[in-house]
């Protein structure tokens, strides 16, 4: 029994009647593929039902029709080719008074039609020329009137795609296309920001320029920019008009009544700067990066703090005005991000300028984890990975020490660690000694435990952290007694996490795993180093590197890459001995002076009892289990640490016995006792 061919299929049955058509439209929709539509005798009864399903009196026929038109349109360009003046002669007249669906399917096939042969000069000139004004037209028409929705997004985005494509035909349609956009970010007052409208209406304005030609689009392109810088400043103007106004340009261009209006023009600003920095032309066009860098630097130093001079500011505004302050920092932060893309190493300059922001507010922030930190960190990382290293070492300094202090509280307490009943009972004093019951078997009535990172703005924040200081930490000017004590965090996180149970990181089970896997990078990083002498540890790393976190079963696809770049390093080593300082100290006692002092400015044990009241177990018990694994208080005979040669490790350590447990360190690497 032979197969009957699909298309033969779906007109005997899908396709049969019209009502058919309209009922079985999902299933051609989804079983129909570019090897249905090869040359076969049934290829052209299926366009005559496509032809006769278009111009169907039933509005559902038409619907399936122009739907399955695009969908062939879409599989075979042929077939598009040879049938595309029929489709746009009948799809053009339905744009007038047609149902939704209906309006919604002759826009998308008409943008495809016009936006796929624009190779062909012919089609151009005879298919596109004439009917793209006319096809516009509607398009504009929905953007400006249309009470739904979705017709507007689709117009929006229809209009994005052919501006570029057709610059001439849209050069008399700028002025009205521009108003528009700009009446979009204005929004109104009483009423929420539509998201994927703003965006939409973004990228319309940001290819409008494009309609200039090749001379004017970079005039063009520098007046949208202009306009809206002016708008974004007189936004974050009227968004803090209880603020003192130390170096914001004034434009007093809106109202500073409602103050989510002005927020959202504000970000309706960034989002087309962003938008603007993204386009394309075709000549070179000079960049306005002063301007660009000063509205950022803006944004990035808002702040809770600060008074007007003059007159009584009202609270119910100064409230709102305040709440919009970490909104403010996170698009400063979208716009250094896309602006160090663009710009590159021509930010450089302005680098160590826009860094100051940024430090400043990681550092006084009112908590280590705070989601409003996270665009502050990836704008850091935008700058440290596209601009030339900074060769003043107070910056990277600053900053190093900020992300340490945020990775520190990853460390188990020094409680945790020596939570014992025994000597807990010891403590006291004999009068009011009492009997504790420690009841084998209590954590498993408990229903709920706290982690460490319990929501995604943790994550989020740790992995950014941990990502930005590998990227300080290639820094040359770096201070030594910073490079050591950053080599010592990141080295204990890595022995602790091995350690430690996933539930109690995260509730996330994949979270554990990724940070284990970047800790493990950085610290590849480090040991990569070509000032330090990689025969003692290279073992461990090689056993780490064929054990991927992903996939145990399948070796690394990075492995022959990181063994050939410890193997063979591209940089010559030192000739000359490195001094103490550089040497990474295991304990207090080994450790300078200076580098003391940096660890008790981190103030990382109060940090860590703040944090361990609201994110860490409240079992102690289960704790204390968990660091029973590697601790050494169980162990009766001495524990010998291997010789880790580790970031300037010159010469290697001699093996470390702990014989007593009452000297032994919290970790052995930071020595907290």
């Known amino acids: ?21 309209v009922l079985n439209l999902p299933y051609v929709i989804q079983f129909l593929s570019p090897q249905h539509l090869q040359p076969s005798p049934h290829l052209q009864k299926w366009l005559t039902r496509i032809n006769s399903l278009v111009h169907s009196k039933h509005p559902g026929a038409r619907w399936a029709g122009l739907s399955i038109a ?38 998308r096939l008409l943008t495809h039609i016009f936006s796929v042969a624009i190779d062909i000069p012919e089609f151009q000139r005879q298919v596109a020329s004439p009917n793209v004004p006319k096809f516009s037209l509607a398009l504009v028409h929905f953007a400006e009137d249309h009470p739904s929705r979705e017709l507007k997004l689709l117009a929006f985005d229809a209009l994005s795609v052919l501006v570029p494509l057709y610059p001439t035909l849209y050069k008399a349609l700028h002025g009205r296309l521009s108003a528009l956009c700009i009446r979009v970010f204005n929004g109104s007052a009483g009423q929420p920001s539509d998201g994927p409208l703003v965006q939409a209406s973004s990228r319309l304005y940001s290819v409008l320029p494009l309609t200039g030609g090749k001379v004017g689009a970079v005039s063009l392109w520098r007046k949208s920019v202009d306009e809206v810088l002016s708008m974004g400043w007189a936004s974050l103007y009227a968004a803090r008009t209880t603020y003192p106004h130390d170096g914001l340009v004034n434009y007093l261009v809106f109202d500073c009544g409602v103050c989510s209006s002005n927020i959202h023009r504000l970000r309706c600003a960034v989002l087309a700067l962003c938008d603007l920095l993204m386009s394309t032309t075709s000549r070179a066009i000079q960049l306005p990066l002063g301007a660009l860098v000063g509205f950022s630097q803006a944004l990035l130093s808002c702040t809770y703090d600060g008074d007007k001079e003059d007159g009584q500011t009202d609270p119910s505004l100064r409230a709102m005005e305040s709440a919009a302050t970490p909104e403010n920092r996170a698009l400063g932060s979208d716009l250094l991000s896309r602006l160090a893309v663009c710009a590159n190493r021509h930010l450089t300059p302005h680098a160590q300028h826009v860094q100051y922001p940024i430090i400043r507010q990681l550092r006084y922030s009112s908590g280590p984890f705070r989601s409003q930190n996270v665009p502050l960190l990836r704008a850091l990382m935008s700058l440290l990975t596209n601009v030339h290293t900074i060769h003043f070492p107070v910056t990277p300094n600053r900053i190093t020490k900020v992300l ?21 009972i010891s403590s006291k004093s004999r009068k009011g000694r009492k009997r504790t019951h420690d009841y084998a078997g209590d954590e498993i009535f408990k229903v709920t435990t706290n982690v460490i990172c319990p929501t995604s703005a943790h994550r989020e924040m740790v992995l950014a952290t941990l990502d930005t200081l590998r990227m300080v930490l290639r820094n040359p000017c770096l201070a030594p007694s910073i490079f050591s004590l950053a080599s010592r965090v990141l080295l204990s996180l890595s022995l602790s996490f091995s350690y430690l149970d996933a539930a109690q990181l995260s509730h996330d089970p994949t979270f554990h795993a990724r940070m284990l896997r970047g800790l493990q990078v950085a610290s590849l990083d480090l040991g990569a180093d070509a000032q330090n002498t990689m025969g003692e540890n290279l073992g461990l790393i090689i056993r780490e ?6 996939d145990p079963s399948t070796p690394s696809t990075s492995t022959l890459r990181e063994l050939d770049r410890l193997l063979h390093p591209r940089v010559p080593p030192l000739v000359r001995s490195l001094p103490h300082i550089g040497s990474v100290s295991l304990f207090r006692a080994e450790e300078s002076a200076e580098e003391q002092g940096i660890r008790e400015s981190f103030a990382s044990a109060s940090m860590i009892h703040q944090i361990s009241q609201d994110s860490r177990v409240q079992n102690t018990n289960q704790r204390f289990r968990h660091h029973q694994r590697w601790h050494p208080h169980h162990i009766p005979t001495p524990i010998r640490w291997p010789a880790l040669v580790f970031p300037r490790c010159h010469p290697p350590y001699p093996q470390v016995e702990f014989l007593h447990p009452e000297f032994q360190p919290r970790h052995p690497l930071l020595g907290v006792r």
Do not use: G, Y
């Open 1 to 21: 029994m032979s197969i009957s061919h699909p298309l033969k299929t779906f007109l005997q049955l899908q396709l049969a009647s019209d009502n058919a058509a």
């Open 70 to 107: 695009c969908q062939t349109a879409i599989f075979s360009r042929e077939l598009l080719l040879e049938n595309s003046r029929s489709w746009v002669s009948a799809a053009l007249p339905l744009l007038s008074v047609q149902p939704l669906p209906t309006l919604k399917a002759a826009t």
């Open 404 to 424: 340490l202090s945020t990775l520190s509280l990853l460390l188990p307490t020094q409680p945790d660690i020596r939570t014992d009943p025994a000597s807990t």
């Open 545 to 550: 590197l064929l054990e991927p976190l992903d």
